[in-house]
Each structure stands twice: as structure tokens, then as C-alpha cells.
């Protein structure tokens, strides 16, 4: 067996929402912090993103992160989150996927009942606070960086629904957020494909008429996920959400070929985006819970902590917390005469 590449991974899911974590095989990657080393993953390394999100070794549904020496003094690790067709800044799901495998496999060590520490993400510093028992993380509590609402109630022309009312707001990642009653669209998992259909005419329409860039970091720019929401369904829910994420271009003019995946938990940073959408119209304040559901039940638990300001934008800051676990551990390997060096897609399933 020769081989080009052989890089070692942990299989973890959050409520659902798989999130392969790289715990070896990478090269160095230089950067004054996690962000320029995405950034340098991003021009020069790009085509591990493509392997392990691709078939064979991926799918439409997987996120994947890489495992980095942190560049800021204070925090325990640092990690890179790829996904189908971006480096998110932040991800809820992905954050609670490395704390889980950092702990449960000894990267870092586990303290009985709770181990606190701190990550690096491209989009900052992320807080933790992991409850332990019997060697198993339980719960991942996380403070989030802060939140905030840039557009509320504002109008998108969008192909084929005509004019959308929209929010737009950032949780770690910019989303567009729209009521799905208001568009007549079932939230129901089984309506996934129109689910994503409505999510990508609006994503794509709201980013051309709506651009946004983050105050504190403008190559941080958006939006580039959909947040569909609607009432709560479940016993002790707030909430309920489909998460819309791209996975390949959309074409307006063929909005029925649209190509995207649902987040199959109530996603972080989309929950802490529709968070500060409520604390901007003074339905949920410091202090308060949100329960979000995502399409298979499961929740996150978000919390507002404190308020702030980012850039001109009053911000909340927000905790997120749900639950991790490792369901494998791989060694992905590549053949230099694989003619697929960087995976392939089929168009019956991307
Ligand atoms: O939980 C999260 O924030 C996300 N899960 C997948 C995309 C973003």
C-alpha cells in the first residue's frame, strides 16, 4: 500500500449533526491565529476539505474540523471547521463534536464533574464548561461569541416567492432567518427538499440584496446559512428551526435544482442567531432560556448571558449547551492512483 495522505480522525455527531474531528495528518499550518490558518488551509490546503467532506470518504450531511496548536496564549486548542462550501468562523454542533473527542480520548484531560477550558476558533475565543462522568463528556456548555441582529423584518425579492420578510443576523456564522408558516413551507424532516429549495432562493437572494460583513473582522461576510423557524413543537421547547447549508451553487433561474443539506441538529449558531433576534425585539432577555428543536427533535439549550456591543450593533452573549458522542475512529488514507484525489460528488444525492 503506498500512500499520499493518512490522516487519523474521531467520528463524533452533536444531537445529531455529525462532526469528523482530524486528530492527526495534517502538515503545520501557519498564522498569527486560528483564523489566518484557516485562512491558509483555505488557499493551500484546501483539497483535505474536499476528501473528507466527499464521497467515498464523506457526505452532503458531514462537517469536518482539524485539530491546531492554538495561536492565543490562554486557550487549550484550536480547531478549523470545514464545511461543503465554506470555512464557517464558528459552529455550535462542531465546537460540542471537539470537546467531546478532545476529552473522551485523553488530547486533553477530563476532570470529574466538570472540566473547564478554553478553544480557538476562527472567530475567536470560545469558553467551556463540560460536564463529566465515568469518562463521558455529558453536556458541553459553551459561551458563544457575541451575537447580534443586523436587519429585522426587511424585504428580499425572492425568484419564484416574491417579496420575503427576513431577518439577518449573526451567531457565529450569518444566517437569514425567515417564519416558515409565513411561506406556507413545513418544517417536518420529510419536507426536507422543499425545506431547502425555499432556503436557498432566500440565502441567495438576501445575500445579493442584503450583503453583510462582520464589523470587527469585514472578511467575515454573509449570509451563507438559513435559518427557517417556526413554534415549538416539543414538551419544554421554545422553539423549533431547520437549518439550512449549502452544498453547491445555486442557480436562480433553477431554483428546483437547488442543492443543500439540513443541519440535522438545531444548529448553535443558528439558535444563538435567532437569539439575539428576539433580545433586538424584546422578546427574550438577559437571563433567560432558549430551547430549540431541531429536524430530529433534539435541542439546544441557549441562554442569554450578558449584553454588549459589536461595531455599531447592540449584541447578546450567549451560552449554548447539548450533547456529543463518538460513534468511530478512522484512518482515511489516499492512494496516489486514486483518480479521485479529491473525492467526487453524484448529482443524485449533492
Ligand atoms: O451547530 C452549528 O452552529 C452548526 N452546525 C452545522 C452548521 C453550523
Excluded at 17 to 36: A, Q
Aim: proline share 9%; net charge negative; with cysteine.
Amino acid at each position: 500500500m503506498r500512500l499520499s495522505r493518512m490522516i487519523t480522525a474521531v467520528e463524533a455527531h452533536a444531537e445529531g449533526e455529525p462532526g469528523r474531528v482530524i486528530t492527526g495528518g495534517l502538515p503545520h499550518m501557519p498564522g498569527n491565529s486560528v483564523f489566518e490558518k484557516m485562512q491558509w488551509m483555505q488557499e493551500n490546503l484546501d483539497e483535505v476539505r474536499l476528501l473528507m467532506l466527499r464521497e467515498p470518504r464523506g457526505n452532503p450531511g458531514l462537517c469536518c474540523n482539524a485539530l491546531v496548536p492554538p495561536c492565543d496564549p490562554s486557550a487549550d486548542a484550536g480547531f478549523i471547521i470545514m464545511e461543503q462550501t465554506e470555512y464557517p468562523p464558528m459552529s455550535g454542533s462542531n465546537t460540542i463534536c471537539v470537546v467531546t473527542v478532545l476529552l473522551e480520548t485523553g488530547i486533553l484531560p477530563m476532570v470529574e464533574p466538570v472540566t473547564e477550558l478554553t478553544l480557538e476558533a476562527p472567530a475567536g475565543l470560545i469558553r467551556v464548561r463540560a460536564e463529566c462522568s465515568d469518562g463521558k463528556v455529558t453536556r458541553v456548555e459553551f459561551r458563544n461569541v457575541p451575537a447580534f441582529a443586523v436587519h429585522l423584518d426587511a424585504p428580499v425579492e425572492v425568484a419564484g416567492l416574491g417579496t420575503v420578510t427576513v431577518d439577518v443576523a449573526w451567531g457565529g456564522m450569518f444566517f437569514v432567518l425567515a417564519e416558515a408558516e409565513k411561506l406556507g413551507v413545513s418544517l417536518d424532516a420529510g419536507n426536507g427538499a422543499e425545506i431547502v429549495r425555499v432556503s436557498e432562493a432566500i440565502r441567495h437572494a438576501t445575500a445579493e440584496q442584503l450583503p453583510v460583513s462582520h464589523p470587527d473582522n469585514p472578511a467575515i461576510t454573509g449570509p451563507t446559512i438559513t435559518n427557517l423557524w417556526g413554534a415549538p413543537v416539543g414538551e419544554g421547547t421554545h422553539g423549533r428551526g431547520a437549518i439550512t447549508l449549502s452544498t453547491g451553487p445555486f442557480d436562480p433561474a433553477r431554483p428546483q435544482d437547488a442543492s443543500g443539506i439540513l443541519d440535522r441538529s438545531p444548529c448553535g449558531t443558528g439558535t444563538c442567531a435567532k437569539m439575539a433576534v428576539l433580545h433586538a425585539r424584546g422578546l427574550l432577555g438577559v437571563g433567560e432560556n432558549y430551547v430549540n428543536a431541531g429536524p430530529l427533535g433534539t435541542t439546544f439549550t441557549g441562554r442569554i448571558v450578558e449584553t454588549t456591543t459589536v461595531g455599531p450593533y447592540p449584541a447578546i452573549v450567549p451560552t449554548l449547551s447539548g450533547q456529543g458522542w463518538i460513534h468511530g475512529t478512522a484512518n482515511w488514507t489516499l492512494d496516489p492512483t486514486d483518480p479521485f484525489p479529491s473525492g467526487y460528488t453524484v448529482g443524485d444525492m449533492w
